[in-house]
């Protein structure tokens, strides 16, 4: 079931689970649920009681996980419209020919396609390649600092996430988003630093957000940079 409390200006909804467990508990996800897990004689008051209680909490926690939401507007591919890479933006020039390809030429992604309808896909391919091949270069470094913690990952792979920047499995298997080679190389290091410190700790604990500061310790600026850049 679903609920809400008001706590100041803000509503805090959430969903309520009941089950057989002897304690209340409260989880914010990376796509900004707010979950209450609570025995099963457990008064809805109560729980409500409990989420205004944790509620500076839970709202620290959505802003956290807000900057790991891509909120890039829609592009029309058309001529002199900007795109961003790695925080810079170029403008985009389409010329129509028979040699495909896209180019960095001063402060424009120069695109040339045979159609205007495949100026997207040229677009979006460029992008993941560098991708491929930047986020690897990036993150190389920042996982042999890693090893002293005795954490390595099992692999970094690209995929597309509507809600997220990054992820990482049980297993170590580290998840970004190809997105992300829009925005400076700082930012790419902290969402990847932000999944290495999940490797030795997995949930957002006091000791995580140590680990994090000890790795970046301007971390919050670049978090912020990326809310910024890309909403």
């Known amino acids: ?5 008001q706590f100041g200006s803000k509503l805090i909804s959430f969903r309520l689970e009941y089950s057989d467990r ?4 409260i989880t914010v996800t990376p796509e900004m649920e707010v ?42 591919f058309i001529n002199g419209e900007t795109h961003l890479y790695l925080g810079r933006q170029y403008r985009l020039l389409v010329i129509i020919g028979k040699e495909e ?19 997207k896909d040229l677009l979006m391919d460029w992008y993941l390649q560098h991708a491929r091949n930047k986020f690897h270069i990036i993150a190389d470094s920042l996982i ?5 913690h005795k954490v390595e990952p099992e692999s970094i792979v690209l995929r597309d996430m509507p809600t997220r920047w990054g992820s990482c499995t049980p297993k170590g298997k580290i998840i970004l988003n190809p997105e992300l080679i829009k925005a400076p190389k700082a ?16 949930d957002h604990t006091q000791k995580f957000l140590d680990l994090q500061t000890k790795e970046m310790p301007d971390w919050e600026k670049w978090k912020m940079k990326l809310e910024r850049l890309l909403s």
């Open 101 to 119: 390809s896209v180019k960095l030429k001063g402060k424009f992604i120069e695109v040339v396609a045979s159609d205007k309808a495949k100026v």
């Open 22 to 25: 002897k304690s209340l508990g």
């Open 187 to 202: 930012c790419i290091e902290y969402v990847i630093i932000h999944e290495l410190c999940h490797l030795v700790h997995q």
């Open 1 to 5: 079931m679903t609920d809400s409390i």
């Open 144 to 148: 042999g600092k890693f090893k002293r």
């Open 35 to 76: 979950l209450v897990k609570a025995p099963a004689d457990t008064t809805i008051e109560k729980v409500k009681e409990k989420v205004k209680k944790k509620a500076p909490w839970i709202i620290k926690q959505l802003s956290f996980f807000l900057s790991f939401q891509p909120k890039t507007p829609k592009r029309k």
